[in-house]
């Protein structure tokens, strides 16, 4: 196959690959896949030629300093040529590095362990729990509590710990052990508007830990924004409360930073919008941009003791491996992409373009009485839609696919919300890079716009 053929490369495509979360069918006939062959800042480029500018950082949140950064593909270059990979039984130059740089923007925690995606992240706090219940109380405290609507990851303990009914469905049997506590999303609370939302319904933790008995809950894992289950900022007072709780009856706080790690919402995690003291934090996306696999569970020293002992006690470690945990050149390409944001200033920039981005929805929603609700933080925004503003009814699903459609056929990329939540796949999606200018963020709102005004 010569590398520039397009009906080769499409052919392959169609006859070969499996897409993720994707239906094939469409594709046995006439359509064909988008395939994306290049990248500067927020643009990509598809296989014909065809410009579009990337309102969602690769689709799902993650090239947070934008696409074509020659000094992260040569950092990556430069480290894989000397040292490629070894086990991380070892270390590696970067890899300590990296652990050291991360660790001064996380003030209360001091460990950094590594592997290669989101989900095995959380996994990995996951068997920090189980196994120190074991190593503690005989398996006493082992239960993990997750929160409606957020996401962990796809592999089936994650799902186990995920609030999307969706995502879950069909791939039961879960993990046993996890236990769900409702959503914070004020604008769907069941009590319509009330200004104690956040405390009362952080409450339903001490509640469920209650129920559960506290001498069983191990951990609360939750993102600090709820990104896929349709940008979720918590109201006020919510992540005090929870602190508090779990403070209280010795419950971990695990925090998934996958989406919002990195400056995403205009802090370097999302966590220290709210002043909690995490005991583990989960990242990745955003950790090295996509420029090359990496992902961490970062957790306290306290934490980290408890594996200490003398090598005599010969199950008392974190018996734990991630092959590609050791490979060399995640940590390479997440130090530049960390120079990188703070050179450029870019936590500035998200919360300079983060207000921007705001008030330009705030705009559309004044203008649009399907647009019921707009939130989010920093470069990371979502607007909700619904039938009639008063019922908050959502629209269905597919209107919201036939305006994120209508904004490719503008040349932007938009998300959505989309096979998570029953009934509720309704909030359309923003993330674009932390570079992002005026110009661009009027370019996404503009066929933000045009699409709505169709679709009314
Ligand atoms: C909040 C959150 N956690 C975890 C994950 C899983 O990450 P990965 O797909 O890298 O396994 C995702 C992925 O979208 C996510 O949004």
Redesign the pocket.
């Known amino acids: 196959m010569k590398p520039d053929n397009l009906e080769d490369v499409i052919g392959s495509d169609k006859s070969h690959l499996w897409h993720h979360l994707t239906q094939h069918k469409p594709w046995q006939g006439e359509a064909d896949p988008m395939v994306i062959v290049e990248g500067k800042g927020l643009r990509v480029k598809d296989i014909h030629g065809r410009e579009y500018l990337d309102a969602v950082s690769g689709g799902?949140?993650t090239v947070n300093v934008g696409y074509g950064r020659e000094s992260i593909a040569d950092a990556v270059r430069d480290q894989i040529a000397k040292m490629c990979y070894f086990a991380n039984s070892a270390g590696s130059i970067p890899g300590a590095r990296f652990a050291e740089k991360l660790i001064e923007k996380m003030p209360g925690l001091n460990r950094v362990y590594y592997s290669?995606?989101?989900?095995?992240?959380?996994e990995k706090g996951f068997k920090f729990v189980r196994q120190l219940a074991a190593m503690k109380n005989d398996g006493k405290k082992h239960k993990i509590i997750y929160r409606d609507r957020?996401?962990?990851?796809?592999?089936i303990t994650?799902l186990s710990a995920g609030g999307q009914a969706q995502r879950k469905d069909q791939y039961g049997p879960f993990t046993p052990g996890f236990v769900e506590i409702p959503h914070c999303l004020a604008y769907r609370s069941p009590n319509g508007d009330d200004p104690d939302f956040g405390v009362k319904v952080a409450r339903e933790l001490e509640r469920v830990i209650l129920e559960e008995d506290p001498d069983t809950v191990g951990s609360v894992c939750l993102?600090p924004i709820?990104?896929?289950g349709g940008v979720i900022v918590p109201p006020e007072g919510y992540w005090e409360t929870i602190q508090e709780i779990c403070s209280k009856y010795g419950v971990l706080i695990h925090i998934?930073?996958?989406?919002?790690g990195m400056g995403r919402t205009g802090k370097w995690f999302g966590y220290q919008h709210y002043g909690v003291k995490p005991d583990i934090v989960?990242m990745?996306?955003g950790v090295a941009s996509g420029y090359a696999a990496i992902?961490v569970t970062a957790t306290t020293e306290e934490l980290f003791s408890e594996f200490l002992a003398e090598p005599a006690e010969h199950m008392h470690y974190f018996r734990d491996i991630s092959t590609f945990g050791g490979c060399a050149g995640g940590p390479a390409a997440a130090l530049e992409n960390m120079r990188i944001i703070e050179e450029e200033n870019l936590l500035d920039n998200v919360n300079k373009m983060g207000d921007y981005l705001m008030d330009k929805l705030h705009e559309l929603k004044d203008k649009y009485p399907m647009v019921g609700d707009v939130r989010g933080k920093g470069l990371f925004c979502g607007a909700e839609l619904v039938k009639d503003r008063d019922t908050r009814e959502p629209i269905e699903e597919s209107v919201g696919a036939a305006i994120v459609s209508d904004c490719l056929q503008q040349g932007v990329m938009i998300g959505r919300t989309n096979r998570s939540l029953p009934g509720l796949n309704n909030t359309l999606c923003l993330s674009p890079a932390l570079v992002c200018t005026k110009g661009d963020i009027d370019e996404i709102v503009t066929a933000m716009d045009n699409a709505l005004a169709k679709h009314q």
């Open positions: 799902v949140w290669n995606s989101g989900s095995e992240a959380n957020d996401y962990h990851g796809t592999t994650t993102e709820t990104a896929g998934d930073e996958v989406v919002c989960t990745a996306k992902s």
